[in-house]
């Protein structure tokens, strides 16, 4: 595999774990506030998504032809991340779709080096190259893959990337349990001897 090939495996690797936090979840659970600044599963959806868009469209001069009214001027702030009521979670799969397919195609179009801008970013840095916004969004990707790993956690106790994940320690319920009140002892005794004079 060259290195295009392997970004780009990481990327969509990366893509299928983030909306796969969505599955056998509620309507409600996918949409609620799970931090005090409100990120949620579906919102990150959206908002990985509609970004992923733009660094692969807009930049390279490919634009999608999408229309995302939550980047407009008079957009409320922070609209790409959480999901309007009258937004349904079947849009924001099919955007996720849309915007993979859109964003593949310009990586298998382009060389690594083919030149973009991306004109949300500042002075001479604007000035990018595939390779750069393949790593970038791998990144952002993974980023999010995080929140939307500890949200899931919070929601319903699912951990790890998928069903089996070796990644992951292999424990009962109670084992976790155990776990985490060693953890918490251990906090606990290092807070109090941080407490001593």
């Known amino acids: 595999m060259d290195d295009k090939a392997i970004l780009h495996s990481y990327l969509r690797t990366r893509r299928a774990d983030l ?3 969505l599955d056998g979840l509620s309507e409600y659970d996918v949409r609620r506030p799970m931090t005090p600044t409100g990120t949620n599963l579906l919102g990150l959806v959206k908002h990985v998504a509609s970004v992923e868009i733009g660094y692969f ?5 490919r634009p999608s032809g999408v229309e995302l009214p939550w980047f407009a001027d008079d957009a409320a702030p922070d609209a790409d991340l959480w999901v309007a009521a009258d937004e349904t979670r079947e849009q924001i799969i099919e955007l996720h779709r849309l915007s993979a397919a859109h964003s593949d195609a310009t990586i298998e179009a382009l060389p690594l080096d083919a030149p973009g801008e991306v004109p949300w970013w500042a ?3 604007r000035h990018v190259t595939l390779q750069q916004i393949l790593v970038h969004m791998c990144v952002e990707t993974a980023h999010h893959l995080g929140h939307a790993d500890i949200l899931r956690e919070l929601i319903d106790r699912t951990a790890g990337q998928r069903p089996g994940d070796p ?3 292999q424990r009962t319920p109670e084992e976790w349990a155990g776990h985490c009140a060693t953890i918490e002892a251990a906090a606990r005794e290092a807070a109090t001897a941080g407490d001593r004079p």
């Open 57 to 61: 469209g807009d930049v390279f001069g």
């Open 123 to 125: 002075g001479e840095r």
């Open 167 to 169: 990644n992951l320690s």
């Open 19 to 21: 909306l796969g936090k």
